[in-house]
């Protein structure tokens, strides 16, 4: 039997298919590269690249298809098997012309990503193609094995895709504790993934030499195909809920509506819903109970200005620091007074005064119980006040723009001042960016000394990620882990969860160095946007935007473990607490876009599984 | 004895629940040509595909050329060729490509005699398969199946499909390319009156079983059928070898197999009258074989 023929005679019966592929692969980077070309950035290609090398599987069943297709029909069939051809060699060569074929048209859009990138970047991109290459490699083999025995192409390639995603969501549905696809299969499982990826072809492509040589044939019609199409998206949406919205509902419970974010803060060990409700929990069921019968609308009431003319600003924006003392429950905040000048886009601000305050709930309401004036600390009063502020034991670190007071709140009905400082450092800070996770940088340490080298290093960290943050919450929560002594960070970006280890530190500064990320899938961008809010709590780094929760296990140095994820998608969480077993309390509000009062929304608290 | 360029020995074959072949027996003579008549989906082509290793028997076994069929698969399609029934070809290749590709399985292709075959039997070679008529198409399938110069040829229903004319045209060139040349032609068909020019052997497969084989004059010799207007006392029943009986106003019709002069005698002594006897052609004689009713509804 002559090779080259066979080759030759199976590159010509695929070449309108391998035509057809790779103008669809290509079609998504050749626009974008002439959408960068009209923009004036140049001709080359990023995004949809990946975009398209992550469709190559089923491109690739199709050409699998149609590379048996012709010599399957049962005439055909007759004509070529009548003739002293030896089938498994036949069968081989055809398998793997089509297979290389494939391999090269999927390397079209990345080798012109590549060289469109040197030519007008001056260097290349990288793209992420071996898992979608070998998933190709496993797509095309099941399509390959099924069309030998069923024969019709539309029929074999829903087969094949079907069986292909059952085996890759066949390791999540095994007691293997896989969770995340990113780093479970990744990082941690990828080489038995990649067992599955390649033995699945190895079989596949075994099965198809003997169905050709036996001639085996598989007779579908109608009514299967539509069960294979049902079976498809039954498991398509297992995949789907397995990685979008995984973390169980013990409890949800209707709260009154109210105005205003709904917030969730930190007494000691309880949660607090809106600064008036203790919310326990008893055998997974939510209970709101007032703070010894206290006002129902928590202490927002207190914060009208008391003179004409002026306005306050509160820190806390949303939420409370509170502090137990015995039975005692105070809370503190900064308040910032200011008034106005101008209108519209001339309106300036002018910052007179700040207080801290502390508050100790009574029967009936929030008293004030003492007040610091700090105002002092405003240098620059025009216009923009940052505020933030910390309890460290008994130690309330307060920061007003670049100066920070510690205050003793041992007694928080008398509050001691035990430090003030302006300090440059707190001036700076660093946006980080794609270029901060080239090269080592340095964070200012916050000089304060009443509190350990821990917590300053934490906070220094903290102030300079949230600094300029609009939801401002390093009163109740750190992005900084700390496990077996070494510091750790996680901030989220647009595509991923990036994580920044703490190298080394002086008098003076932190010195810092990207470590690991943790991209996010297609699934995980499609969901949320813009996590605001982000927050470390024992091993484990959550964060949320409107819709979505993630939380993700970042206890190992080496990479980022998705746990869970919590999407609702018309609704709004507002706020969230991790009690102390884990479980995930939520504040969120149903508000879809066709709701046109707002007395039509509900508010809900959800009680979310401790995701592990 | 002469020598089998096939023999084929019990075979069954099912598909599914569904039996096919219920024990075929059969035997081509070397350089004979073999007519193997069967009405349609009687099993001619299971047993073809059968006989060259396309398919497992449940039992029984072929012989090809001295070689099994299922064991020595390879060299039995080495030194066969076959044309299937409407046999389709890569469209998109030309004439000149499918020769090479095929020549490609044949380690002793003949490419002049192909040459030779091509432009005998008229074929454009740059054409592509897909614009070819049908009776080019079956031209070229032919041509396929006889370029590397084989012993035995397997020809499926070669001219389904094709007008009176271009079948009367196709089977000249497979008497003129075959029959000089002391090939086995194994040839199926349903049509009669195509094999019977040119066989020179015949097999009739009914319902799974071969019911005749034999020479093809000896067939025609030995078949007759009687007109007669039978005696009140006539029993026909004590006759062996009935095929058909037939009715037909007073007289009556019988189609018997195997005739000699005692089966002529006892039918001359059951008639009333005079008794024509008739020669039957193959067609005539498939049909009472296939249909025949052997006498069960005789009623005289």
């Known amino acids: 039997m002559r090779v080259s023929g066979i080759i030759h005679q199976q590159i010509c019966q695929l070449k309108w298919h391998l035509l057809a592929c790779l103008g669809l692969i290509m079609v998504l980077p050749v626009e974008e590269a002439i959408v960068n070309l009209k923009e004036g950035d140049g001709f080359f290609t990023t995004a949809m690249t990946s975009l398209a090398v992550m469709f190559s599987p089923l491109l690739t069943g199709l050409i699998a298809c149609a590379n048996v297709q012709g010599d399957l029909n049962e005439k055909r069939y007759i004509f070529w098997r009548s003739k002293p051809a030896d089938v498994k060699l036949l069968i081989t060569l055809k398998f793997f012309t089509g297979l290389v074929a494939s391999l090269l048209i999927i ?171 203790y919310v326990d929990i008893d055998k997974n069921s939510i209970s709101l109970n007032n703070i010894s019968g206290g006002p129902e609308f928590g202490i927002d009431d207190n914060l009208t200005s008391r003179v004409e003319g002026y306005y306050v600003r509160r820190y806390p924006n949303s939420g409370r620091l509170y502090k137990n003392v015995g039975d005692d429950i105070y809370s503190f905040a900064i308040h910032a007074y200011y008034h106005t000048e101008g209108k519209g886009p001339s309106l300036k601000r002018f910052y007179e005064k700040v207080y801290l305050r502390s508050y100790k709930h009574t029967d009936k309401s929030w008293m004030p119980v003492c007040e610091l004036d700090i105002s002092d600390c405003l240098t620059d009063n025009i216009n923009s006040i940052r505020l933030a502020m910390r309890m460290i034991d008994n130690r309330l670190i307060a920061i007003v723009n670049d100066s920070y007071v510690v205050v003793d709140t041992t007694d928080p009905g008398e509050l001691k001042l035990i430090d003030k400082k302006k300090l440059d450092a707190l001036k700076k800070y660093i946006r980080l960016t794609y270029m901060d996770r080239q090269k080592e940088f340095a964070i200012p340490l916050v000089p304060v000394e009443e509190i350990g080298l821990e917590e300053r290093i934490k906070l220094s960290i903290d102030l300079n990620y949230w600094y300029y943050g609009f939801r401002n919450e390093i009163n109740e929560s750190s992005i900084v882990d700390v496990h077996d002594g070494k510091f750790s960070f996680f901030i989220v970006d647009f595509d991923d969860i990036v994580r920044f280890d703490v190298t080394r530190w002086d008098d003076e500064k932190v010195y810092c160095k990207f470590s690991t990320l943790r991209p996010f899938t297609i699934l995980e961008s499609v969901t949320g946007h813009f996590y605001d809010d982000k927050f470390v709590k024992n091993g484990k780094f959550y964060c949320y935007d409107d819709h979505t929760l993630m939380v993700f296990d970042v206890r190992s140095n080496s990479r980022i473990r998705k746990l869970g994820h919590f999407v609702r998608m018309d609704y709004d969480i507002e706020d969230m607490a991790v009690l102390d077993d884990g479980n995930i309390l939520l504040c969120v509000r149903w508000n879809p876009e066709f709701l046109t009062r707002s007395d039509e929304q509900k508010k809900y608290l959800y009680l979310l599984k401790n995701p592990e | 004895m002469t020598e089998s360029a096939i023999k084929i020995e019990g075979l069954h074959f ?62 039995v399609r080495r030194r066969i060729g076959f044309m299937a029934e409407d046999q389709q070809m890569y469209g998109w290749m030309t004439i000149s490509r499918i020769i090479k590709w095929v ?80 090939v086995t032609v194994f040839f199926s068909s349903h049509l009669l009156y195509e094999i019977e020019p040119v066989a020179d052997h015949i097999a009739i497969l009914d319902k799974g079983v071969i019911i005749k084989a034999s020479k093809t004059e000896q067939l025609r010799e030995s078949i007759r059928k009687f007109v007669l207007a039978p005696k009140p006392e006539a029993n026909f029943k004590g006759l062996a070898g009935i095929l058909d009986v037939l009715k037909v106003g007073d007289n009556v019709s019988i189609t018997v197999e195997d005739c000699n002069e005692e089966k002529r005698g006892k039918l001359k002594g059951m008639s009333a009258n005079s008794m024509t006897e008739v020669a039957l052609n193959l067609d005539e004689i498939f049909e009472a074989y296939v249909i025949g009713n052997r006498g069960r509804e005789l009623s005289v």
Not at chain 1, 241 to 262: D, M, P, W
Not at chain 2, 111 to 139: I, M, W
């Open chain 1, 107 to 277: 390397a079209c859009p990345v080798v012109f990503a590549i060289l469109s990138n040197i030519i007008w970047n001056g260097e290349g991109i990288d793209i992420f193609v071996p898992l979608p290459i070998t998933i190709a490699i496993m797509t095309y083999s099941l399509c390959f094995a099924c069309n030998v025995v069923v024969r019709k192409t539309a029929r074999a390639w829903l087969i094949g895709m079907l069986t292909g995603c059952f085996l890759l969501v066949l390791p999540f549905m095994l007691p293997l504790n896989l969770r995340d696809f990113v780093s479970d299969i990744m990082f941690l499982k990828f080489g038995f993934y990649l067992t599955i990826i390649l033995v699945a072809p190895a079989a596949a492509f075994i099965f198809a030499l003997y169905a050709a040589k036996h001639d085996w044939h598989l007779r579908t019609n109608l009514k299967s195909l539509l069960w294979i199409g049902a079976g498809l998206a039954f498991i398509l949406l297992m995949l789907f809920s397995s990685q979008v919205a995984n973390i169980k509902v013990l409890h949800e419970k209707e709260i009154e509506t109210s105005f205003g974010r709904n917030t969730l803060d930190y007494a000691g060990s309880r949660a607090v819903f809106q600064g008036y409700s």
């Open chain 2, 14 to 75: 099912s598909y599914g629940k569904k039996q096919v072949l219920k024990g075929v027996d059969l035997e081509v003579p070397k350089g004979s040509i073999f007519g193997f008549l069967g009405r349609n989906g009687t099993g001619k082509t299971t047993t073809i595909k059968t006989l060259l290793g396309l398919q497992k028997p449940r039992a029984g076994r072929c012989i090809i050329g001295g070689l099994d069929s299922f064991t020595q698969t390879l060299e």
């Open chain 2, 103 to 182: 020549a490609g399985f044949y380690a002793n292709w003949d490419y002049k005699f192909a040459d030779e075959l091509a432009d005998r039997l008229g074929l454009p070679k740059n054409t592509k398969v897909k614009a070819l008529s049908k009776g080019q198409n079956s031209s070229l399938a032919l041509l396929l199946a006889l370029g590397h110069r084989p012993d035995i040829v397997i020809l499926d229903d070669p001219t389904l499909g094709l007008d009176p004319i271009a079948r009367k045209d196709f089977l000249r060139h497979v008497i003129d390319l075959l029959q000089s040349n002391g």
